[in-house]
Every structure is written in structure tokens, then in C-alpha cells.
């Protein structure tokens, strides 16, 4: 009888493996090729991104004209309409775009005012090294959960920064000359408000000529 | 008040210390009773609840395993390189790679191996609970670093993910898993013969014995299962981060006989209840969101956390000492 019923289970056993196997056997050499072809690659997924998505990002950005006096007049308000933040997060980041006039030019940023609307501000166009995630968070084109692997999301972060670093920065670094005009479109983490909104840091994702 | 009163009151008290706590936060934070929030508190809890019921089952016994966080690291870490790297044959030129439940399945089949070695160590060969488990989280974290290399190891696919990562029907499907546990190990503990002896072991060993309970079988038992729980919170990790952090599970076993402790668990044994550890798992969980929330220091928080732990000991002693 006790034969029997380890035969039976044993046998619901086998069953449960051919049905839902737990591995298969595969050659060493073909198992190593796999492998291979599977690694994930942060800078080419980030230039494919780049590429399908950032249309879309910059036809939603939000006017210089209408947010920064209104960033002027009453933070609070510019945050509750056009921020976005991410989980439980403190900080928070705009998009923006706008034209303005270059009016002073540092090691690190370009000083735009901008002309559009009656605004007098002043936005500070990133042009040193990018760090943080405004670049990958701040248009909202990516989700934190549909990256289980955090690694994975930080590569993807910084691998977005490399890109802004070689692709938008250098036409800026050009372009920017005292009292020429340049249009821009970019995004801005705030996470010190008293430091980062006098002037509104931002980091240029596209720079053209108006 | 009347002994009756007295005793819901102590029954109550965690719940009323949550209620209080969920309260205060409410009116201290405008983020606490988001939807957002609220489902991270969840996933958050749902691996401290996993080890925690196992955790319940073993002090109910009048035991400890303090292996419990270093169970959860070596079991991810198992089903993280079975199923990233396989298990190279290399005599017969072959690789078995592993399916994702193939890796699950061999994640919680060590999980069982170092829970029952936990149980063999303390019943056959009469060490104390303490020690042997101490020396489990030793070896296991050493087992951990040897198969890892000191390496996360990463890129498990969507489909080991899911249980961590994934939702269904708009819950996570971590936390539907560890209701799930906690639901079974519900009714093992309260309607099962298991359950009987495992409070009975925990009230009296030595009567239990003279009844004709299998002590050493219980504790057995009792030990393999928490193991098992423990690979189940590690596979919960693991496929949370999409990765096995060979620290993963570091400093867990506090949290987890905290929450079983506040859940008014008693640490002597054969009192205490799974429903009362998933409240003392809540009371954690949203003790450290609430901290988080209002920007406390890390280091305020250890503080706090240690005060709830000993004033949810001293009540239970307190209230003992009454009876």
C-alpha cells in the first residue's frame, strides 16, 4: 500500500514536470551564446528610446511663458499644475520650453531671459556634467515599476544624461553667444526650492534657433 | 474593569496602537493615506510577513531563529543563478537551465534544507535555539557571499518578476501571496492538529510530551516551514529588484520577531496568533513609512523602532505577570 501511494506521487510528480518542466538541457555552447545576446544594454536602449519618445516629451512641455511668472507670482500653484514627482518623492520636476536671450555664460550654464510673454525671468540652461534623474523622470515617459531591476533603471538614467551630454550640450556651447537668441526645451529637478528655482536650473533636452 | 474586558483590551492592543498610529499619520502627512502609499506599505510588509508568520509558528513553540534574514538571501540567490546561469554540467557538455519556477521550486527547497537542519541541530543534538540559529545565519550568509561572489546578481526576466513586481486584478502580486500564507498558516495554526501541538509544545513541552506530542517532530516541522517561509520572502525580494543582492535579508530577523513580538506573540511561548503578527507587521510597516514621511532621521528611526519593540515586550511581561 505504501508503495503504492509513492508510486501515485511520483507520478502526479513526473506529470507536473512534463507539464510545467522546471529546466531544460541545452549545450553548454548554445546556453553560452544566449547568454551573450542577452545582456542588456543601457545605451541602446536609451538611444531607441530617445529617438521614439522625445517628440512626444517636447510637444508636451509646458510654455516658459505660462509657467515661469507663474513660478514668479506662486510656486505653490506652478507645482500643483505642472509638476510631476515620482512615488512618495519630495522633489519634483518641470518641462518646459521657451525662447530667450543669452545673457551671461558660465562654466557651467547659460544664462537665458526669456522674451516670450511678460515675464522678466531668468532660467539657467544646464551645460555642465547632467546628474540626477530629471532627465529620465522629469517627462514622465517612464515608469519605476516597469523596471523591477533598480540597476537596471539607474543604467538607463545615466546612459539618458550621456546623451544629453553629447547630442544637446554641444550645439548649446556653440550657440550661446551674449545677446543671441536660442529656443530650448528641457526639464528641471527641484529639490531645494530656495536653491533651484532662483534661477530654474534646467537641462536642455533640444536647443534650436527660433 | 472586569477580567473579560481586561482581556479583549490586551487582544485589542495592537490594533488600537495601529489605529492610533494610521490617525496621527493621517493628520501629519497629506501623502500617508494616498492610494500610492498605501499599496507600498503593503509591499513593503508583505516580505517582513512572510518570515514573520514562519517566525510566529517557531516562538509559538517557545523557540527563536535568528537565521531567518540569512535563509532569505541564500534561497534568492539559489533561484537568482539557477535561473540567470543554469547549472553547468560541464562532464556532459550541458547546462540545465532553469525555468522560473524551476528557480522558485529550488530556492524554496533550500529554504526547507536549512530550516529542518535548524530543527535537527536543536532537537537531536539539544542545542539552544539561539546558538544553532546564529550558526545557521553564519553559514547561510557565508553559502550566500560563496555563490554570489560578493556580485548582485541581475536580469532575471519579467517572468520570475511577476510575483514580486507584477499585480493582478490591481494588487500586487506580493502582497496577494503573502495573504495567501497568511491565510493557510491561519488555519494550520487554529484548525489543524499541527496547530494544536505547536501551541500545546510552546504552553508545556514537557506535558505535551507525557501526552504522547511528537515534540521533536513539531519543532521539526516548525523550523523547516519558517525556512521555507523565509525562501518564499527571499524569492519576494529577489524578484522585486530583479536582482539577488547577496545582503539581501541583512538585519531582517529583527524586524521580523518585532512585528511577532508587538503582534502579542509571547516570547516564552504556546501564546500568540498569525493574525496578531500581520498587525504587528502593519504597526512596523507604517511606523517606518510614517517615519520616512515626516523626514525623521534613519537613525531616530532604529531609535523609535527599538522603543516600540521594548514597550511592546514590557506590556506583554506586565500583563503575564497579572494573569
Known amino acids: ?210 | 474593569m472586569n477580567a473579560h474586558t481586561k482581556d479583549l483590551f490586551k487582544k485589542l492592543q495592537p490594533l488600537i496602537a495601529l489605529a492610533v498610529m494610521a490617525l496621527a499619520l493621517t493628520l501629519l502627512s497629506d501623502k500617508f493615506l494616498t492610494v500610492a502609499n498605501q499599496r507600498n506599505i503593503l509591499l513593503q510588509i508583505s516580505v517582513n510577513l512572510c518570515l514573520s508568520i514562519g517566525m510566529t509558528l517557531i516562538i509559538l513553540t517557545g523557540g527563536i531563529d535568528l537565521s531567518v534574514g540569512a535563509m532569505l538571501g541564500l534561497a534568492g540567490a539559489v533561484a537568482a543563478g539557477l535561473l540567470k546561469n543554469g547549472l553547468a554540467l560541464k562532464v556532459c557538455g550541458v547546462v540545465l537551465q532553469f525555468t522560473p519556477l524551476g528557480g522558485m521550486v529550488a530556492g524554496i527547497l533550500v529554504g526547507l534544507a536549512l530550516g529542518w537542519f535548524n530543527g535537527m541541530a536543536i532537537t537531536r543534538f539539544k542545542l539552544p535555539p539561539f546558538v544553532a540559529t546564529l550558526g545557521m545565519l553564519s553559514i547561510a550568509r557565508g553559502l550566500t557571499m560563496l555563490l554570489t561572489g560578493g556580485f548582485p546578481i541581475t536580469d532575471l526576466g519579467p517572468a520570475f518578476g511577476f510575483i514580486g513586481a507584477g499585480f493582478w486584478l490591481g494588487v500586487p502580486m506580493a502582497v496577494l501571496i503573502s495573504a495567501a500564507l497568511v491565510l493557510i498558516f491561519y488555519i494550520v495554526s487554529r484548525h489543524t492538529t499541527l496547530g494544536r501541538y505547536i501551541y500545546a509544545v510552546g504552553g508545556n513541552e514537557k506535558a505535551s510530551a507525557f501526552s504522547g506530542v511528537n515534540v521533536n517532530r513539531i519543532k521539526l516541522w516548525v523550523y523547516a516551514l519558517g525556512g521555507g517561509l523565509a525562501a518564499v520572502a527571499g524569492l519576494l525580494v529577489t524578484a522585486r529588484l530583479d536582482a539577488a543582492d547577496p545582503k539581501a535579508g541583512l538585519g531582517y530577523e529583527l524586524d521580523s520577531i518585532a512585528a511577532v513580538v508587538i503582534g502579542g506573540t509571547s516570547l516564552s511561548g504556546g501564546r500568540g496568533s498569525i493574525l496578531g503578527t500581520v498587525l504587528g507587521c502593519l504597526i512596523i510597516g507604517v511606523l517606518n513609512n510614517g517615519l520616512f514621511l515626516l523626514d525623521v532621521s534613519p537613525f531616530w528611526q532604529q531609535v523609535v523602532k527599538g522603543l516600540v519593540i521594548l514597550a511592546a515586550v514590557a506590556a506583554d511581561k506586565l500583563g503575564t505577570r497579572r494573569e
Open chain 1, 1 to 210: 500500500m505504501r508503495a503504492v501511494r509513492w508510486f501515485i506521487a511520483l507520478a502526479i510528480l513526473a506529470g507536473l514536470g512534463w507539464r510545467w518542466p522546471l529546466f531544460h538541457v541545452v549545450t553548454l555552447k548554445s546556453a553560452t551564446a544566449a547568454k551573450a545576446a542577452a545582456t542588456y544594454n543601457p545605451g541602446q536602449f536609451a538611444e531607441t528610446f530617445w529617438a521614439s519618445h522625445l517628440p512626444a516629451t517636447l510637444a508636451q512641455a509646458v510654455p516658459s511663458a505660462t509657467l515661469l511668472p507663474l513660478l514668479q507670482s506662486d510656486p505653490a500653484a506652478a507645482k500643483k499644475q505642472f509638476s510631476r514627482s515620482v512615488g512618495v518623492s519630495d522633489s519634483y520636476f518641470y518641462c518646459l520650453s521657451g525662447r530667450g536671450r543669452v545673457v551671461a555664460i558660465t562654466d557651467e550654464a547659460v544664462i537665458v531671459a526669456v522674451i516670450d510673454g511678460n515675464s522678466n525671468a531668468v532660467v539657467a540652461l544646464q551645460t555642465g556634467l547632467v546628474f540626477g534623474d530629471a532627465v529620465r523622470d522629469g517627462p514622465g515617459w517612464l515608469n519605476a515599476s516597469d523596471y523591477p531591476n533598480s540597476q537596471d533603471f539607474n543604467d538607463l538614467s545615466a546612459a539618458l544624461n550621456h546623451l544629453v551630454e553629447t547630442r544637446v550640450l554641444p550645439p548649446l556651447r556653440a550657440q550661446a553667444k551674449l545677446g543671441a537668441t536660442i529656443a530650448f526645451a528641457g526639464c528641471a529637478a527641484v529639490e531645494d526650492e530656495a536653491a533651484d528655482l532662483k534661477p530654474l536650473k534646467v537641462i536642455p533636452l533640444q536647443i534650436g534657433t527660433p
